[in-house]
C-alpha cells in the first residue's frame, strides 16, 4: 500500500510515503526518530491537501541534500522544512509535525530502494494503514489556507492543492 | 493521487523548443505532465556575469509566476526549481493552444468573421492584462505565443506563460512598453488586427480606469518614438 517512486533527478534515490490511521503509539514513534533509531519525516495529516505536494517537498529535499544546500541538520527533516512556507524551523515542526497525541500520520522515507527500511519502521507502528490518497479526508482546510496565506483570488485560478505545491516549489524565490 | 511510477522506470524527456534563450521539453513530474524550461548560457557573455544574469531571469520568472498567482492570474503550476543548471519544472498546459494558433485557425478558416469571433478574446486579454500590470508585473514579451487558450476557446481561459523578461515595477512608463511590445507582436504575426488591439485597450481602461489612464497615453508617446525611430532609420 505504499507509494515509492525514484526521484526525479536521482533515479538512484527513492521517496515512499504512507498513511497510518488509528495509531496509538505515537510518543513512542516521534521518539524512535528523535533518537535516531530510524531516520523518516512524519507529518501531521490534516496538513496535507494532496501528496503531490507532499511528493513536491521531497523531491526538493533531497535535491537541496545532493546540492549541499540544506537548512535543517538531515534529508528527512528538510522534507518537513520545505513543506512549511516559514523560514522558521521549530515553527515547521510544531506546524506540520506529527504531535504525540495525533492518532494519524503522514510518512515520508527516503532512500530505501530495497524496502528494508520501511520494513523496519512498519514493525514499529501500531496503527492501521490506509491508502495515501485518503490523507485529503483528514485535511483542516481552514487551517491549511491560513498557514499558507492562500486567498480567495488564488484557489479561483487553481485547485487549493496546485497553489500550495507552486508555494512549496518556489519558497526560497519568496520573500516572507 | 496518479498511478505510482515503477520505481526502476524512467523519466523520458521530449524536447519540444529551442528558443533564443532556453530550451524546453515535455516530461512527467511523479506522474504528471511537466514542461521544464532549461535556460542555457550564452557563450559570448563572460561566464561569471552569465552564470548571475542567468540565475537572475530564473529568479523573475518564478517570482513573476507567483505574484501572478496572487493576482488571480492563471499561470501554470510551479513543480520545481533546479538552479544548478538554471531549470525549472511546471505543470503542462494540457489540452491547450495558444493564442497565436488559435487566431490563425480564426482567421484562415472565417477572413470576414474573424474580428466579431476574437473580440471577446481580445477583451479577456485587455483584462487580464490590465490586472498583471495593477499589481506591477510587466510581462517583458507580451506576444500570442506566450498566451495559452485552455479548453474550449470559448471558455477564454487564458493561461500566461514565459516570464523570463518579466519584471516588478509600477511605473507607467514600462507599462505602455508592454503594451506597446504586445501591439507590435499582434500586428506583425497576424495581418488586420488594429481594431483587435482597440479592443484589448478598451477592455484594459475598463478593467481600471483611474491606473489605465497612464499607462495608455505613455504606450501613445511609445508608439510616436517608435514611428520616429522608423523614419529616422
Ligand atoms: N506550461 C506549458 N504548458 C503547455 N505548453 C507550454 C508551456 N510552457 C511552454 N509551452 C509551449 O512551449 C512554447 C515555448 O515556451 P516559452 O515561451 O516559455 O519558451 P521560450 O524559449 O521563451 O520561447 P520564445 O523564445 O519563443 O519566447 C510556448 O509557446 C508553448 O507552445
Ligand atoms: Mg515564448
Known amino acids: 500500500m505504499d507509494f515509492k517512486v525514484t526521484h526525479h533527478l536521482y533515479p538512484n534515490f527513492s521517496i515512499t510515503l504512507a498513511l497510518y490511521k488509528d495509531v496509538t503509539n505515537m510518543e513512542a514513534l516521534r521518539q524512535c526518530v528523535m533518537k535516531g533509531e530510524f531516520e523518516a519525516t512524519l507529518l501531521k495529516p490534516s496538513m496535507i491537501c494532496d501528496p503531490f505536494i507532499v511528493l513536491t517537498a521531497a523531491n526538493r529535499a533531497v535535491y537541496l541534500d545532493k546540492t549541499n544546500k540544506m537548512t535543517t541538520k538531515n534529508v528527512h527533516s528538510e522534507v518537513l522544512y520545505c513543506l512549511s512556507p516559514t523560514k522558521n524551523i521549530t515553527d515547521s515542526f510544531r506546524k506540520f509535525g506529527v504531535g504525540d497525541k495525533d492518532n494519524s500520520v503522514f510518512i515520508v522515507l527516503l532512500n530505501d530502494l530495497d524496502g528494508a527500511k520501511m520494513e523496519f519502521i512498519k514493525s514499529k507502528i501500531e496503527g492501521c494503514q490506509i491508502s495515501i490518497d485518503e490523507v485529503s479526508n483528514f485535511k483542516d482546510e481552514t487551517q491549511v489556507k491560513k498557514i499558507y496565506k492562500v486567498t480567495d483570488l488564488e484557489v479561483n485560478t487553481c485547485s487549493l492543492s496546485d497553489v500550495i505545491v507552486s508555494r512549496v516549489a518556489s519558497k526560497e524565490f519568496l520573500t516572507v | ?233
Open chain 2, 1 to 233: 493521487m496518479a498511478a505510482p511510477m515503477d520505481v526502476s522506470g524512467e523519466n523520458v524527456r521530449k524536447f519540444i523548443k529551442q528558443g533564443a534563450e532556453a530550451k524546453v521539453y515535455a516530461e512527467n513530474f511523479y506522474g504528471r505532465p511537466c514542461i521544464s524550461k532549461e535556460r542555457f548560457s550564452k557563450g559570448y557573455r563572460h561566464p561569471t556575469l552569465d552564470k548571475s544574469l542567468t540565475l537572475q531571469r530564473l529568479k523573475a520568472e518564478i517570482r513573476a509566476m507567483s505574484k501572478c498567482r496572487n493576482l488571480g492570474i492563471p499561470v501554470p503550476t510551479l513543480y520545481f526549481v533546479d538552479t544548478s543548471t538554471s531549470t525549472f519544472y511546471m505543470e503542462e498546459i494540457v489540452n491547450s493552444q495558444t493564442v497565436r494558433d488559435y487566431i490563425v485557425s480564426i482567421q484562415t478558416s472565417d477572413p470576414d468573421g474573424a474580428m466579431q469571433k476574437l473580440s471577446p478574446l481580445a477583451e479577456k486579454i485587455g483584462k487580464i492584462l490590465s490586472k498583471m500590470h495593477c499589481g506591477k508585473v510587466i510581462h517583458g514579451d507580451l506576444t500570442t505565443s506566450n498566451m495559452l487558450l485552455r479548453g474550449d476557446p470559448s471558455d477564454l481561459d487564458i493561461v500566461l506563460i514565459d516570464f523570463g523578461l518579466s519584471f516588478s515595477e509600477g511605473l507607467a512608463e514600462d507599462k505602455g512598453v508592454d503594451l506597446y511590445v504586445f501591439e507590435r507582436a499582434l500586428l506583425s504575426t497576424h495581418p488586420n488586427t488594429e481594431e483587435l488591439f482597440k479592443v484589448v485597450i478598451e477592455a484594459y481602461k475598463k478593467e481600471n480606469v483611474k491606473e489605465s489612464a497612464d499607462a495608455i497615453s505613455k504606450l501613445d508617446e511609445v508608439r510616436m518614438r517608435g514611428r520616429k525611430r522608423t523614419m529616422v532609420g
